[in-house]
């Protein structure tokens, strides 16, 4: 997704290494690798599923990449257990993979009867049964509501809490059926009505909102002066944190508290309440969105956004 406009954007040099911090299939890792035949590329992912799909992929690279079973808020452990201290670019390209929404038995999609999982690293962690059974049914609305933006969420959340009294939930097409009745909604529709639902729901279980802000400061930590990150996000609540962060690390106050002072000279300031202090550039002013041909082409796209920024201060 968006894979010439990351190539476009990167700009990695000669001998550049990069992160994928999201390898999934490995399609951004091999375009680079190609496009650029002296970097290195450093891919991790915590589904180990993908992981070993995309190392199959990619052996043809040799020692240019390597594979790494980790969450992308160990970077810097990843980067400092093999000694590196600075990278030239850096990629995330958020969410799930088309194949982890297809593979079966993974539970994110409610176009099939599956149990209900979510969990993007199935070697821990709960479930999306386990928060659909055991949340009280206001913690489940506020859920829906803020993970989702359902408008639907207190509806929803009654209707499952009414329907746990009579069995467990634990297939994806329990739930979605549950949505669909809780929200009236039947015949045909723009978009489905459990799709909010689910995505609260793979959102909590897989903290994807709590990591990234930390993971947006560590990746420019971990970023050479004049590299580059790019995270590509899918739906507006990602987006929200990418953007702000990025205004905080370009050195603008995003908490309109009142420690924040100016620095002279460069038109940013240093805030302690947010902790605003200019690190970077942003380079992507607006988001940048797929071409049209991409959205016709694959439909999935239609909510990707990238965002881009430039290291141009310790
Ligand atoms: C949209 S896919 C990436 C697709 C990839 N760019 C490609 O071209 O095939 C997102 C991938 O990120 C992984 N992922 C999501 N959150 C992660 C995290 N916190 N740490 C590491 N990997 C993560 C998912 O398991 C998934 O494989």
Known sequence: MLLTEVLEWLKPGEGALIVDCTLGMGGHSEAL?????????????????????AQARLSEF?????????????LSQVLEERGIIAVDCILADLGISSFQLEAPERGFSFLKDEPLDMRMDR???????????????????????????????RGIARAIVKERTRQRIESTKQLADIV?????????????????????????????????????????SMLRIGGR?????????????????????????ICEGREARPVSGDGSVV?????????????????????EQEMDRNPRSRSARMRICERTHQ
């Open 33 to 53: 690798l190609k496009e650029n035949p002296t970097a290195r590329v450093i891919g991790l992912d915590r589904d180990s599923e993908s992981l070993e799909l």
């Open 62 to 74: 040799g020692d240019r990449f390597l594979a790494v079973h980790s969450d992308y808020e160990d």
């Open 123 to 153: 070697l821990g962690g709960l479930t999306a049964a386990d928060l659909v059974n055991d949340l009280g049914e206001k913690e489940l609305a506020d859920l829906i509501f803020e993970k989702g933006e359902e408008r639907g969420s």
């Open 180 to 220: 669909i009745r809780a929200l009236h909604q039947r015949g045909k529709w723009r978009i489905h009505p459990a799709t909010r639902t689910f995505q609260a729901l793979r959102i909590a279980v897989n903290g994807e909102l709590e990591r990234l802000n930390e993971f947006i400061s560590t990746a420019i």
């Open 229 to 253: 990150l790019s995270i590509i996000s899918f739906h507006s609540l990602e987006d929200r944190i990418v953007k702000n962060a990025y205004r905080r690390e370009s050195g603008r106050c």
């Open 271 to 291: 805030c302690l309440t947010c902790g605003a202090a200019r690190r970077v550039a942003i380079l992507t002013r607006k988001a940048i969105r797929p071409s």
